[in-house]
């Protein structure tokens, strides 16, 4: 199957990243979300990280309005009955999930695929939420889209090599690279990472150094490019706890028990960079 249109569900820093480089890869893309504030948000972002590149010489004005043109803005599910992929990036949240794709099966072509951005949640349960598990799958991005090369392809229990193969190659035409995993809570990619970035905060809620000493250890001693708290606040700390959440119930393991000041700050509505407030204060 030839993928020509896809709908990206959610305009937070995810799906609008997803939609700009589907975008610039020549697909024409919806960019869904819940509120037309919540598009033009996600438009906002995109139109920042293109006008950065025609700054640098590397494309024209004509060629960003080409992509801003491939675009479109939604907050109408029923505009997924046009398109031959659908991308969801909302909230990392099972139930809003299964409900979203529950929709999506009844209103989307019957040869489309959708594909999930989930960070850690299993795709077969995702898939059962719909008539179609064969063409269910995940298409795991990460942050910053634009920047990140690499896309975790998540098969599902049910997922046929067919739609495996077209989202394969349709990924290597975002000029990213798709590294296959198998369906196990936080895939490869967060069941490393997300223990890492709990350690740390249980090591700054135990008093062990302060924030930005645990930051320094972890960039000038391990060459990580962001220190754990300071990728934590980037990636947004409800999402983070989400994960740890999704890690510790998938494997009834407590080694993945996430740090009760990760609770606190998700409570108190410190959510990271998106927020202005996480570990840090952001203008
Ligand atoms: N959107 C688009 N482009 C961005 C960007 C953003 N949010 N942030 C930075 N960039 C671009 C810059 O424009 C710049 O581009 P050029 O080189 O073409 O000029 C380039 O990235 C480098 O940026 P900077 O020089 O400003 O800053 P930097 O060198 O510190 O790099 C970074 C920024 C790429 C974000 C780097 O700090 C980094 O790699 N951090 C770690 C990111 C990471 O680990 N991501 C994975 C998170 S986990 C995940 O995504 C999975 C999950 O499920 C949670
Ligand atoms: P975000 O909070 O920035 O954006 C989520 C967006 O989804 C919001 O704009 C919200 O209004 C929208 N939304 C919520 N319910 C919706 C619905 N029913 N229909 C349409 N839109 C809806 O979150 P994000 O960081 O972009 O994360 C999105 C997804 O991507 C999550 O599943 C997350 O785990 C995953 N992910 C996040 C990262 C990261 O670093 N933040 C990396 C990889 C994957």
Redesign the pocket.
Known sequence: MKVEKVMVIGAGQMGS?IAQVCAMAGYQVLLNDLKPEYTDRGFGVINK?LS?QVE?GRMSEDQKKEILNRLTASTDFQDAGRVDLVIEAAVENMEVKTKIFAQLDEIAPAHAILASNT?SLPITEIAAATKRPEKVIGM?F???V???KLVEIIRGLATSDQVYQTIEDMTRTLSKVPVEVNDFPGFV??RV?MPMINEAIYTLYEGVASKEAIDEVMKLGMNH??GPLT?AD??GLD?CLY?METLHEGFGDDKYRPCPLLRKYVKAGWLGKKTGRGFYVYE
């Open positions: 990243g990280n950065r640098k960070s795991h990460m942050n910053p634009p920047v990140m990619s967060n990472l490019p962001m990728l980037f990636i999402t994960i």
